[in-house]
Each structure stands twice: as C-alpha cells, then as structure tokens.
C-alpha cells in the first residue's frame, strides 16, 4: 500500500469529518480541518442557500466510495451536513501515464518542482466551489417546485464537500501556505468589487432559473472536464479525489440538462395547445406564460461562451508544464492512442489572424487548453441533439445550437472580438445592432424575472416548467422535498 494514505475502503462515518483518509492517525492535519470548519460554517450560513438554513432538505450524504451505494438519502438541515473527505480507492500499483515521468510510479508526496503549480491548480479548483454556492444563493425562494428546490440544494452542499475535498489536500501536503489559501478560499466572494473570485465566469450572477439549469450544463460540465484532467494526475491524492468528485458531478449535469429539457418540453406543449406554429413567435409565446425557445437560445449563447473562457488561453505554457510534469493529462488521456508524451506532435487551433479566424497547426503541448476545451464542446453537443430531439418531437422546426468559438470571448485568441453567432467578425455599429439578439437583453432578463415565482406545495410545479419524469430516490410525485418552517 502506497504510504500514509489507507486504501480508502473504509470510510470513518462517526466523528466530526467523515472521511476515508484515516483522519483519526493524522493528527495535524485533522486538527488544521477541525480549526477551518467553524470558519466554513459560518460562511455557509452567510452565503450559502439564503432563507432556508433551518428547512429540512431531503439530501444524499455520500458514505461510502464503493460504486454501489455509495450515498444514503435523508432530512438534513444544510449547516448539519456531514461534509466528508472521501477519496476513491487507491489502484494498486498505479503508474504516471504521461508527460516527461511517463511509467514511473504515481507519487503519494509532491515533487518539490511541482510544489507551486500544483498548489495554484488545487486554489483555482477549490476557489470555484464555493463561487458556485455564492452565486446560487438566492435561488431557494424563486424555486419553481420542491423537487427543483432539492436539487439545488443538493448540489451547493457537494459544491460545499468539493471544496473540502481541495482544502483537504492544500493542508495536507502545503503545510502553512496550504493553511493560508484554505482561509482564503473561504474570504473572496463572487461578483465582490475587491476580493473577487478567480475565474470570471464565477463572478456573474445566476439571477434566475433558466440561468441556473444552463450553468449547470455547461459549468458543471468544464467541472466535469477540468476533473477528468486532473483526475490522471501523477500525483494520487489529486487522482483520486477528483475521481470521486466526478460521481457528483454527474448529477450536477443531469439537473442542468433535464432543467431544460423540461422547460422546453413545457413550452412545446403550451405551443401547440395555443396552436402556435411559428416559435419565434415571442410576444405570443410569452403571453402563455412559458419561456420562448428564442430566449433559450440567447441563455445558451452566454453560458456557453462564458464557460469557453474557464478553459483559459488556447495557447498556454502553463497547460503544457502541467502535462509535462505529469500534474494534468488531457480528458481521458488513458483512453487517447498515442505516445502521450506529445514532444514532437502538433495540434490544430483556432486563431484570429489578420483578422480573420483561421486554424493552425501549433505544438500539440501548448494546445493542451484547446484540446480539453475541444472535448468539452463535443461533450456539450451531445447534450444540445438531446434539446433539439425533444423540439423536433413536438413538430417544431426551431433547433438549439451552439455559437463559435469565437463569440462573446473574454480570454484568448478572441477575447474582445466582436463575432456573431456563426464566427463572423462584425464592424462594430452591425454588432451594436445585433448584440441583444445573440445575448439576454434587459426586457428578456425582466421577462424571466417576472415567471420566477415560488411553488411550494408539493407535487406542485410552476407554469413555465413540467414535472420530471421520476421523483428523486423513487419518491413518488407529491413528496415533499424540502420542510420549511415557517
Ligand atoms: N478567468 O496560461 P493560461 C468547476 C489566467 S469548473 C480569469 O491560459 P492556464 C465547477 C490564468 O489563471 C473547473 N483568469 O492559464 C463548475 C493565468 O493567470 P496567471 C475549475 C484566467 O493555467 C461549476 C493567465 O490567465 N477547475 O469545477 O493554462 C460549479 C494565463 O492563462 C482565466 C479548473 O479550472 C479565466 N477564465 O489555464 C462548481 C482546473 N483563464 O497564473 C465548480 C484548474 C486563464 O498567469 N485550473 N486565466 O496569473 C486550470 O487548469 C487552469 O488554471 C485554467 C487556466 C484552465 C483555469
């Protein structure tokens, strides 16, 4: 067995940190977990969910890294939550699979010339966690049904356990400077003017529904590829944290996508009652009362581009110093068919060249953020033909689709360029012209403002949206997901 770290079979339930990293012998750290977890505390009830501290939410704890049942459900007031430390099980003898120590053995410690990159790597993951919590904090009294109200809260407390799960790791293996970045990830504040966030998208509001269920499509799922990257780390504990975050992340997706899946389905169907046959057709479609496929695809737009940005530059030295020295694969990477090495390779990028957007072949190593982002886009689409089928089903001929690379950019190749939706570059009186049609204009972000309303009788659902199709844990449709007293 690899030192200091238990195989992590056996998961600790009982005492204030649940974990499977054999807390109880590690004095030090357990002792720097326990003076963090007051501070964590407090901030989830200053900027955790607001208004609902005390209700009673139907939530899943994660107890056990098996695949099998690895969660258990139950009421739980959010401040209660057992926030574990759970790493999935060690892979007996597991190897570096890339980057310059290739075929060396996984490190249990880290390497002295990766101590500072890895820790920027575990504070930029970790710094996100919480952002999400922030900027999700006000969407508890608009929730369109209990059921939706769960699942939200669901997914800021395991934002909240992520965010142990890095903390974890910086004060175990960065003794006071881990300490010091643990603190301070609890101190920045989304959208705050002096202590910011670290990635802009984690700065933007979430200011309604509709916004919710897009970040969590596209968001989560640069959560899901980041992971997958660091999830082949060399350095284990990075590996097998990640790896068992990702089980988490599955569903932060799958509340994203079939959100919008049923505010779609919900909209087709007011559509054809009414007999409207043309989608684009907004006044009329608002005067139903459900949310226009037009403004879909506009919250599409500013999602999507955002998270491109969360990817960072195409072109990045610090991307190809993390793969070379074995801190982030590619997504996959134990899947990709080739040396993974990547020296003499190269890889095709999108650039802005005599202002025109042209591909070029660059040294595969430096395009390692292009790649990933890459992935994310495929990964992305499969998620948009899931929408379109639905739309397609019920006789409409509007389909969703994603804008270019190059669209709504704050980083990168085409940070600042005024693309439209297909990538042409537009003079900017034409972009001025058209921008409130590619992005949420104010009268659309009133339109939305004014649907969120609260729905909390159970088995209740606002107009806007339909039922799921399947209660949570196999509860029935009446259930009620979340007691609040009043
Ligand atoms: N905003 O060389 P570059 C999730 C900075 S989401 C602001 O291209 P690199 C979740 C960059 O820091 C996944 N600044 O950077 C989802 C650098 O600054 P310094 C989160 C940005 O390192 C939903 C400079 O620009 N995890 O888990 O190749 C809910 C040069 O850039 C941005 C990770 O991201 C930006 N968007 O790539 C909850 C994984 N982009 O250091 C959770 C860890 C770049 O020169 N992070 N910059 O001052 C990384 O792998 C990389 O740091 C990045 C950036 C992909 C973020």
Not at 212 to 222: I, L, V
Request: proline residues 6%; negative net charge; contains cysteine.
């Amino acid at each position: 067995m690899p030192d200091g770290l238990p195989n992590g079979m056996n998961v600790d339930y009982d005492g204030l940190i649940p974990n499977n990293v054999g807390l109880n012998e590690d004095q030090r750290v357990r002792r720097a977990l326990e003076t963090w977890h007051p501070g964590y505390i407090d901030w989830w009830k200053d900027m955790g969910p607001e208004g609902f501290q005390e209700a009673l939410v139907y939530l899943r704890t994660a107890i056990s890294v098996e695949p099998e049942g690895w969660a258990k459900f139950g009421y739980v007031r959010m401040p209660e939550y057992k926030w574990g430390i759970l790493l999935a099980p060690a892979v007996e003898g597991r190897k570096i699979s890339f980057g310059a120590h290739k075929g060396e053995p996984a490190w249990q410690e880290v390497p002295g010339e990766c101590r500072a990159m890895l820790r920027r790597l575990l504070v930029i993951q970790g710094d996100t966690e919480p952002a999400s919590v922030e900027q999700q904090r006000h969407l508890g009294r608009t929730a369109p049904s209990l059921y939706d109200m769960r699942n939200l809260f669901q997914v800021n407390v395991e934002e909240g356990r992520h965010l142990w799960a890095m903390v974890y790791l910086l004060q175990k293996y960065f003794g006071r400077d881990g300490r010091e970045e643990a603190a301070a990830l609890l101190q920045r504040r989304s959208g705050h003017q002096d202590a910011p966030r670290m990635l802009g998208a984690f700065n933007e509001a979430t200011p309604d529904w509709l916004s919710f269920f897009m970040f969590t499509t596209f968001t989560d799922r640069d959560g899901k590829m980041q992971l997958g990257a660091l999830a082949q780390s060399g350095f284990d504990p990075l590996s097998r944290t990640c790896r068992f975050m990702l089980t988490e992340e599955a569903h932060h997706m799958f509340v994203g996508e079939s959100g919008v899946a049923r505010v779609i389905e919900r909209t087709c169907q007011a559509m054809r009652d009414a007999g409207i046959t043309d989608p684009t057709d907004v006044g009329r479609v608002r005067a139903l009362g459900v949310i226009d496929l037009p403004l879909m695809q506009k919250k599409i737009n500013l999602h999507f581009s955002l998270t491109l940005d969360l990817f960072g530059n195409e072109i990045s030295t610090n991307a190809a110093n993390a793969f070379s020295s074995g801190l982030k694969g590619r997504y996959h990477e134990d899947q990709v068919d080739d040396d993974h090495v990547l020296l003499g390779a190269t890889y095709p990028v999108l650039r802005l060249i005599e202002g025109e957007i042209r591909e070029e072949q660059v040294p595969a190593l430096s395009a390692l953020n292009m790649r990933l982002r890459d992935d994310f886009v495929a990964d992305a689409s499969v998620g948009l033909r899931r929408w379109n089928r639905l739309i397609e089903a019920a006789g409409f001929q509007y389909r969703l689709q994603l804008p270019h690379v190059a669209f709504n950019r704050r980083i990168g190749e085409f940070a600042g360029l005024k693309a439209d939706l297909g990538g042409r570059v537009l003079p900017d009186v034409e972009w001025a012209g058209a921008k409130d049609g590619f992005l949420p204009a104010t009268e659309d972000d009133d339109y939305l403002a004014g649907l969120m309303r609260p729905v909390r009788e159970p088995g209740k659902f606002a107009g806007w949206i339909a039922p799921p199709k399947w209660g949570v844990d196999g509860k029935p449709g009446g259930f009620e997901y979340v007691r609040i007293e009043e």
